[in-house]
C-alpha cells in the first residue's frame, strides 16, 4: 500500500463562525431573534446596535431610490412574511390508523432540484446580487451594518448557505444574516 499526503488547492479564504448573537429592541420590550450568519460574510468586531429597515431590491432604479437612506441601518432585504397566528398546536397524536398508512406508504424520490427550483435560486441570487454586490457591493458602500433575510418554506426554515465569496480577491459584501423560526424581526413589527 503507497500511502502519502498530496497537495490540494487553492481553496482560499477560510471562515468560522465564532459567536453569534441577535436582540431586537423596542419601546414595547426586547427579544433574542433567532438567525445565523451566513457563510464567508464578514462579523463585526463589536456589538452594532441600530435601527432595522425593509427594503426588498428588485432592479436597479429600486436600489437607486434608496441612496442615501440605509447607512447605519439593519436591512431586511426580502418581503417580510404574513406570520398567522395559531391558535392550536401544530402537531397531533396519531392514531393507529394513521401510523398504519404511513407504514404503508411507497418510498417518494428525493425531493428538490427540477427547473421550478433551479428558477427559485436563480431568482433569488440576482436579487441579492442586485443588492449586494452591485458595483462592488451597493450596501457596503452605503454603510449597512447588515442585511437580513427570512426564513424559507411553511414554517420558515432557516436554510443557511453561503453568503459571500471564498476567493481572495473577492469583492467586500456586508454581514448578511438568515432569521429563522417564525421570522421573528418582521412578526414583531421591529423591522
Not at 437607486?64 to 447607512?71: F, K, V
Not at 411553511?154 to 473577492?170: E, L, W
Amino acid at each position: 500500500m503507497n500511502v502519502n499526503l498530496e497537495t490540494w488547492g487553492p481553496f482560499g479564504r477560510g471562515w468560522s463562525n465564532d459567536k453569534f448573537s441577535a436582540r431586537a429592541i423596542s419601546a414595547a420590550g426586547s427579544f433574542p431573534v433567532i438567525a445565523y450568519p451566513k457563510a464567508w460574510t464578514p462579523g463585526t468586531k463589536w456589538s452594532r446596535g441600530g435601527r432595522c429597515r425593509t427594503a426588498v431590491i428588485n432592479n436597479e432604479q429600486e436600489l437607486e431610490t434608496l441612496r442615501g437612506q440605509l447607512r447605519g441601518k439593519y436591512v431586511m432585504i426580502t418581503t417580510p412574511p404574513n406570520v398567522q397566528a395559531q391558535y392550536q398546536a401544530p402537531g397531533r397524536r396519531y392514531t393507529e390508523d394513521d401510523l398504519q398508512n404511513i407504514a404503508n406508504q411507497n418510498v417518494q424520490p428525493p425531493r428538490g432540484g427540477g427547473p421550478a427550483s433551479a428558477a427559485r435560486r436563480l431568482e433569488a441570487g440576482a436579487m441579492l446580487r442586485i443588492s449586494t454586490n452591485n458595483g462592488g457591493s451597493s450596501f457596503s458602500m452605503k454603510g449597512v451594518i447588515a442585511t437580513i433575510e427570512t426564513g424559507q418554506g411553511r414554517r420558515r426554515n432557516a436554510f443557511v448557505q453561503s453568503g459571500g465569496d471564498r476567493t481572495t480577491n473577492a469583492a467586500p459584501v456586508p454581514p448578511q444574516v438568515r432569521d429563522g423560526g417564525s421570522n421573528t424581526m418582521a412578526a414583531s413589527g421591529a423591522c
